[in-house]
């Protein structure tokens, strides 16, 4: 059983190109989460998602970053018009039974490191 | 949120138990403790997870105090492997949200 992907691994953005992250959860896993950790600094949480659904998008950025889980199709996590301070790794993870579950484990991607120039 | 403290930082010799700490004063009742380790430019990994009564995997044992306002996370004999940054995170039963909420950690260095 493949565990959560994603890609790419590395990610080279110039100021004001747009970023796509992409995150493939485990099987049987509908749902799925995104983390930020900028440099030196702890990992937060970004926004939750389920298929076709946003839960919670509490820790998004308000401009330029938005999440998408289609019903076919890996998780997106899209920055446009990225800058420097975008600079991070993101982490996806994904989890068969989301809220409400207070054993729930939530299995992590290995990341994308984004680098914008 | 209830909130977890952990100490910065943790020595270790190879081959020798570690003890890693976790205070957790507010916790509530429904609470559930969860710890996950981060190693070198790696994502986290869940660990190990418990409520009130003490929990052993393969990885590792968790032990939780009496009134639970503070737990421990011991892996038995470290390696070089364990060399990672150890979150404690503590997970309502029922939330509205699944998010997991990262402190500082703990970074674990182990010596050959």
């Known amino acids: 059983n493949a565990g959560v992907m994603q890609n790419p691994r590395h990610l080279v953005r110039r100021r004001g190109q747009e970023a796509r992250l992409r995150c493939s959860p485990m099987k049987g896993h509908s749902h799925v989460y995104w983390y930020r950790q900028l440099p030196e600094e702890g990992l937060k949480f970004m926004v939750y998602l389920q298929k076709e659904n946003i839960i919670d998008e509490s820790g998004m950025p308000k401009e330029r970053f938005s999440a998408e889980f289609p019903k076919e199709g890996p998780s997106i996590l899209r920055i446009q018009q990225v800058v420097r301070g975008d600079s991070a790794a993101y982490f996806c993870?994904?989890?068969?039974?989301?809220?409400?579950?207070?054993?729930?484990?939530?299995?992590f991607g290995p990341g994308t490191r984004l680098l914008v120039l | 949120d209830a909130k977890t403290t952990q100490p910065n930082s943790m020595e270790s010799n190879e081959e020798e138990p570690v003890h890693l700490p976790c205070n957790h004063s507010t916790i509530s009742g429904t609470d559930y403790i969860h710890w996950y380790r981060q190693l070198p430019s790696q994502g986290p990994e869940y660990v190990i997870h418990g409520l009130t009564s003490n929990v052993n995997n393969r990885m590792a044992s968790l032990a939780i105090a009496e009134d639970r306002k503070s737990s421990t996370l011991i892996l038995h004999r470290a390696t070089l492997r364990d060399a990672a940054v150890y979150y404690c995170?503590?997970?309502?039963?029922?939330?509205?949200?699944?998010?997991?909420?990262f402190g500082q950690g703990t970074t674990l260095q182990v010596k050959p």
């Open positions: 995170i503590l997970r309502p039963f029922s939330s509205n949200t699944g998010k997991l909420i």
């Open positions: 993870a994904s989890s068969p039974l989301g809220t409400g579950k207070g054993q729930e484990t939530q299995y």
